[in-house]
């Protein structure tokens, strides 16, 4: 497994959080966002990463999922109650709800996806992302792509963890054109103010598509959703249209792989290892090196990447290829600051 580096010292570290030996009496438990467990995305890659625990460890996976916000509390008080060495709650707006739980059960074991407390919570250990890094290397490929000169995105939630993705899409836009002399636009954020387009959900594929259809009557041909699976409504309109007309950005998982009926509309994905963290933190928690802290992916460790452009990649010129892999090694080398 890749390593992570550390942003939060831990504090503690605690025996009575730790499985026996015997690998096939360890149990892993897993809430789920609202998207559900089959999203093709966001909940699904973690997912994933209790499953290759199975594989790979020899574990018990088991999972609620759940279908408001409303059932967050509840979903993880009846893991609390149901023989989990560890519980991993899946996405920031179950923060709170962790953080409860964590409080009233001190010996329990947790782990949460895009979340991280400050100050340490003691035996939660928080999974977050450097998406920015490979956002700022989509956007930068999808300038040099677009033949409108115009990107678009949205989110569904404007929370950190889907504004990151907006952020560096947004910037490696503007960092292609300052390097080339371009004057690409990106419609539906703005990282100054703040302020874009959000569908306020994470789950109605026709919000998808109309927002989509919206930011492609703009004059957009490269649209980056950042919504799970709101994001499928907008592969279907791209899949009408035709991806000579609008291709798109997935997130989270290489969709290209995931949502194979519109594998041809996506020029890359926005990789999120979720299921890499995941694993390692189970892996933690059966080997007794669990503690309470933050795990961060990036680009240097692999944590997050930009997927391969698969049957587009006759649409990224050499040169274009040449720039982008100057990029990412600035970006890992820290000559290039994603955040500016």
């Given at each position: 497994?890749?390593?992570?580096?550390?942003?939060?010292?831990?504090?503690?570290?605690?025996?009575?959080?730790?499985?026996?030996?015997?690998?096939?009496?360890?149990?892993?438990?897993?809430?789920?966002?609202?998207?559900?467990?089959?999203?093709?995305?966001?909940?699904?890659?973690?997912?994933?990463?209790?499953?290759?625990?199975?594989?790979?460890?020899?574990?018990?996976?088991?999972?609620?999922?759940?279908?408001?916000?409303t059932d967050y509390v509840a979903n993880i008080n009846s893991l609390v109650n149901g023989d989990c060495d560890i519980i991993i709650t899946v996405g920031f707006l179950l923060g709170d709800a962790t953080k409860e739980a964590a409080a009233a059960n001190p010996d329990q074991a947790f782990s949460i996806v895009d979340y991280a407390y400050d100050p340490v919570i003691p035996n939660i250990l928080?999974?977050?992302?450097?998406?920015?890094?490979?956002?700022?290397?989509?956007?930068?490929?999808?300038?040099?792509?677009?033949?409108?000169?115009?990107?678009?995105?949205?989110?569904?939630?404007?929370?950190?963890?889907?504004?990151?993705?907006m952020d560096g899409f947004y910037r490696g836009a503007m960092y292609y054109n300052a390097q080339n002399g371009t004057e690409v636009t990106v419609l539906g954020w703005n990282p100054e103010t703040r302020e874009g387009l959000f569908t306020n959900n994470f789950n109605s594929l026709d919000d998808g598509r109309a927002f989509a259809q919206n930011l492609y009557d703009e004059g957009a041909d490269i649209v980056m959703p950042v919504a799970g699976p709101v994001g499928l409504g907008s592969a279907s309109l791209a899949n009408e249209l035709g991806a000579d007309k609008l291709m798109l950005v997935g997130v989270d998982a290489d969709l290209y792989l995931t949502d194979p009926n519109n594998s041809h509309v996506y020029l890359t994905s926005v990789t999120k290892r979720m299921d890499a963290t995941v694993s390692e933190v189970i892996a933690r928690a059966m080997n007794g090196s669990f503690e309470g802290?933050?795990?961060?992916?990036?680009?240097?460790?692999?944590?997050?990447?930009?997927?391969?452009f698969h049957d587009m990649a006759e649409r990224v010129p050499a040169e274009l290829s040449t720039k982008l892999a100057a990029v990412r090694a600035g970006i890992i080398?820290?000559?290039?600051?994603v955040g500016e």
């Open positions: 497994m890749f390593s992570f580096r550390k942003t939060l010292a831990p504090t503690f570290l605690a025996a009575a959080l730790i499985a026996g030996s015997d690998a096939s009496a360890f149990t892993a438990c897993q809430v789920t966002d609202t998207g559900g467990i089959d999203d093709n995305s966001f909940n699904q890659t973690a997912w994933q990463g209790v499953l290759d625990a199975q594989e790979s460890l020899g574990v018990e996976g088991r999972f609620l999922e759940s279908q408001a916000e928080g999974q977050v992302y450097a998406t920015d890094e490979a956002a700022f290397l989509a956007g930068y490929v999808a300038a040099g792509v677009t033949k409108t000169g115009v990107l678009g995105t949205f989110g569904g939630i404007n929370i950190p963890p889907v504004t990151i993705f802290g933050v795990l961060v992916g990036t680009l240097d460790n692999g944590g997050v990447d930009l997927a391969p080398d820290g000559s290039i600051n």
